[in-house]
């Protein structure tokens, strides 16, 4: 059976310091699935939000001067208008800070301690707080006199303290097992590879209180503790659902999760520790995690520390939304790590958006505006060429559905892409201004123009919004009610409909010379 729900998450960010490009990029790849889907007529549930506890965010606060809770509240406001700022299409924002979440947490710390999951131990090992992972000695080396982990480049220190663990070591099998019955779970497979061999190479429990501070959940019955942070904050994912209600519409509509999207630094806390938190308390692992690359600004990772950040609202400023959102999309290979510079940028609105999408757009409206009267032409008929074209796109949904149902987005874009190039092509060889004496020829030409437009626009919906909203508004068509499917006809546009065009969509950008 057809499952037309689907729930896509970002990872919860940590209001520690304001927003940058990085948190900006999970969001918007989120957001695109999610608007895709609901373009596909899925029922889609998208969250995102706050994970406000723990020793990073206490130290944060302290820093300034700040009690953890009006601090969060502060930044956690910032997070959230950035979901505006990017036009992010989410049905909830969770904080973590929210009683909601409290619940939740404590009843699946109750529920893996009845399953006999949790015992109480000491602790001593490493632990980064700006990661707040704790680390093996095999993953710790010396840096300028210093401990660090190798798997993050974060300082560590020496931790010991009394300790409630979670028993991790007695999933090893289940989630290989789990790995295997799923060969999708993780992707890409490159990551899958090392989460495996990770595993393979026996996973130790893990310490899921501490002590030694009190910013966050009390573990129930042992005040002194509070949960782990990462425990906490992976149980938004659920929380958001209303869980522990495991009646409520939204946790049976929408549990299994379909995709988390995460960055790769988090892979081992969604990949390893959140199913065997699940499994352990008898909850179905979701279906997919996505690990993407980073966003690199000058070859790094951003880092508050490194003085490296790029903030999204500058960039929005100089470029615009959509053109920074197309960017993310089209220029850094999904699941790789990507760049971002002036230079890449402009090429890139130049190139795809100003000159091919834009460019079409833009010398059709204007024909039609001088030859057609502004109207979409009625008495057509369709040559090969026509239909060629035309097909081009029903030809194609299912993969259009499979590309995006696999995460391949380059791959989406790429098509889109291309059909701009064929249609500004169409129009070059079929020439319609030398058509003038041939009417219904002119009129076809014109028709069919219009036709790719609004093909390629529902296309691009997903990705820039408010751009391929205004094209097919030109078109007087209405985007609420657009589907996806739609790409398969032939005559939306009814003869007759009024063409409103209110100028350019992309603005060429003045190339920066440095
Ligand atoms: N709070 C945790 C996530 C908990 S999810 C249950 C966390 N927060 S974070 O604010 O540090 O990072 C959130 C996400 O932003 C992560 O997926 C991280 O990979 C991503 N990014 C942070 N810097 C990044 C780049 N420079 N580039 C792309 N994404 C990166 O981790």
């Known amino acids: 059976m057809d499952n037309k729900n689907y729930y896509i998450t970002t990872p919860i960010y940590y209001p520690s310091g304001n927003p940058h490009m990085g948190h900006a990029y999970s969001s918007i790849i989120a957001d695109v699935f999610a608007r895709f889907k609901r373009l596909d007529g899925y029922n889609v549930f998208f ?93 710790i080396a010396e840096k300028d006199g210093k401990k660090i982990s190798t798997i993050s480049g974060s300082l560590v220190d020496w931790v010991e303290e009394e300790s409630f663990f979670f028993k991790l070591s007695s999933f090893q099998n289940k989630l290989l097992e789990f790995y295997n019955k799923n060969p999708k779970f993780i992707l890409p497979i490159s990551r899958k590879n090392e989460v495996i061999s990770f595993v393979k190479r026996g996973l130790k429990d893990l310490s899921v209180s501490r002590k030694s501070f009190s910013w966050g959940i009390k573990v129930p019955n042992d005040k002194k503790h509070i949960i782990y942070v990462w425990l906490d904050a992976l149980t938004n994912y659920i929380s958001a659902l209303n869980y522990p209600n495991l009646e409520d519409k939204l946790f049976k509509n929408f549990w299994p999760a379909t995709l988390h999207i995460i960055g790769k630094d988090i ?9 065997a938190f699940l499994l352990a308390a008898d909850i179905k692992p979701p279906n997919r995690v996505y690990g993407h690359g980073w966003i690199l600004s000058d070859k790094e990772k951003m880092s508050k520390s490194k003085g490296n950040i790029l903030d999204p609202l500058e960039v929005i400023k100089i470029y615009g939304l959509d ?79 499979s590309l995006m149902d696999n995460q391949q987005l380059n791959e989406y874009i790429k098509f889109i892409i291309d059909k701009s190039s064929n249609a500004n092509k169409y129009f070059n060889d ?22 790719i437009i609004r093909k390629i626009s529902i296309l691009l919906l997903p990705v820039i919004p408010c751009s391929a909203n205004k094209a097919l508004t030109y078109l007087g068509l209405n985007t609420k009610t657009l589907k996806l499917s739609s790409i398969t006809d032939h005559l939306i546009n009814k003869p007759g409909t009024k063409i409103i065009n209110q100028g350019i969509l992309f603005q060429k950008v003045e190339k920066n010379n440095d």
């Open 267 to 275: 892979l081992r806390f969604h990949a390893i520790y959140w199913p």
């Open 47 to 139: 969250l995102t939000g706050t994970d406000e506890h723990g020793l990073k965010i206490q130290k944060s606060a302290e820093k300034n001067n700040k009690k953890p809770k009006d601090f969060c509240d502060n930044i956690s406001k910032i997070f959230k208008n950035l979901t505006k700022s990017l036009n992010l299409s989410n049905d909830d924002f969770i904080r973590t800070t929210e009683e909601r979440h409290h619940k939740a947490v404590q009843f699946l710390w109750e529920k893996l301690q009845s399953k006999g999951y949790i015992y109480l131990s000491k602790y001593k090992g490493w632990y980064s707080v700006s990661d707040e992972a704790y680390y093996n000695e095999d993953e």
């Open 323 to 401: 053109q920074l959102r197309y960017y993310l999309v089209k220029e850094v290979s999904f699941g790789n790590d990507g760049n971002i510079s002036d230079k890449n940028i402009e090429n890139c609105i130049n190139s795809d958006l100003a000159n091919n999408y834009g460019n079409f757009c833009q010398r059709t409206f204007s024909f039609v505006e001088k030859n057609c009267k502004n109207t979409v032409p009625s008495d057509i008929d369709f040559n090969p060429e026509d239909l060629k074209i035309l097909n081009s796109f029903n030809n194609n949904i299912d993969k259009i559905r």
């Open 430 to 451: 079929e020439a319609p201004w030398n058509k003038k004496d041939d009417k219904k020829r002119l009129n076809t030409i014109v028709y069919v123009s219009l036709e």
